[in-house]
């Protein structure tokens, strides 16, 4: 593979100001590829910019759009399907009949390339993991890790780059299946990925980050001839008027004492 420099974010859930922060500093920073690993909806209330935003940079940055499991409920519920809906807490039920009531989705599945998993060389992006479409599995433990670890191999792939947690995490998974936890930002030799099963990485959420720290944040990927570096860059943006946007949705008591939660 050419040099190359790949930019990552995931689960924005309609908040525009940390979106177009992320978009802002992506830009700054520059890219060969940007990735956006899907959820645009969903716990925020910023949908139709969103949606406009998401148009202007596929149409402008080339953006690669993949599949979330917030991004399948929506064209599933266009077509009057509540399989999935039907399995979510109230309070998410709340968010999703929200966002229905007050935005256009007659084109959402139509509106862009949707993918739903990406290849570059040997690496694999997808929403939640590298199992079967439509199997939302977190990668949220040391089984859970080696178990995706060893569906990469069998696909030839050293790198498995995912959102859907919410959570920044990244795991070396060795040939002997021994799972290892990597600091944030790390060199790694290309070589010596490639004697091991898997590099798994998770992103933490654009729009709602469920770490410690709450912090959003995008994936910087440089890709040398022998070289991988990685850097996750903090993202700041005025979480007030998201805040403001949540209530004056006129939720439920309990649905925005939870949206809040997160923050």
């Known amino acids: 593979?050419?040099?190359?420099?790949?930019?990552?974010?995931?689960?924005?859930?309609?908040?525009i100001n940390a979106y177009k922060a992320a978009l802002k500093q992506a830009r700054q920073i520059g890219f060969d590829h940007l990735i956006n690993l899907g959820d645009l909806l969903t716990y925020g209330c910023d949908t139709t910019e969103i949606i406009d935003t998401t148009n202007n940079a596929v149409e402008i940055d080339k953006m690669i759009l993949i599949k979330g499991n917030h991004d399948q409920l929506y064209f599933?519920?266009?077509?009057?399907?509540?399989?999935?809906?039907?399995?979510?807490?109230?309070?998410?039920?709340?968010?999703?009949?929200?966002?229905?009531?007050?935005?256009?989705?007659?084109?959402?599945?139509?509106?862009?390339?949707?993918?739903?998993?990406?290849?570059?060389?040997?690496?694999?992006?997808?929403?939640?993991?590298?199992?079967?479409?439509?199997n939302w599995s977190y990668l949220n433990s040391n089984e859970k890790y080696i178990e995706?670890?060893?569906?990469?191999?069998?696909?030839?792939?050293?790198?498995?780059?995912?959102?859907?947690?919410?959570?920044?995490?990244?795991s070396l998974i060795s040939d002997n299946y021994v799972c290892t936890s990597i600091p944030e930002q790390n060199t790694f030799n290309k070589t010596y990925l490639l004697t091991q099963l898997a590099l798994i990485i998770n992103l933490d959420s654009i729009g709602q980050p469920r770490n410690s720290n709450k912090l959003s944040t995008l994936l910087v990927l440089d890709i040398k001839e022998n070289q991988l570096d990685l850097e996750f860059v903090k993202?700041?943006?005025?979480?007030?008027?998201?805040?403001?946007?949540?209530?004056?949705?006129?939720?439920?008591?309990?649905?925005?004492?939870?949206?809040?939660?997160?923050?």
Not at 239 to 263: D, M, P, V, W
């Open 76 to 134: 599933d519920l266009m077509r009057s399907d509540y399989s999935y809906y039907n399995t979510l807490p109230d309070w998410i039920q709340d968010s999703i009949n929200w966002t229905i009531d007050n935005t256009c989705l007659d084109n959402f599945e139509n509106n862009y390339n949707w993918l739903n998993y990406y290849n570059l060389d040997n690496i694999y992006f997808a929403h939640a993991n590298p199992f079967e479409y439509g």
């Open 1 to 15: 593979m050419d040099d190359k420099r790949i930019i990552v974010f995931s689960d924005i859930h309609a908040n």
């Open 148 to 170: 995706a670890a060893e569906n990469l191999s069998r696909q030839h792939k050293a790198i498995g780059i995912f959102g859907h947690t919410h959570r920044q995490n990244i």
């Open 235 to 263: 993202i700041p943006y005025d979480l007030g008027k998201h805040k403001e946007s949540i209530r004056n949705a006129l939720f439920s008591k309990g649905t925005q004492k939870k949206l809040f939660s997160f923050f």
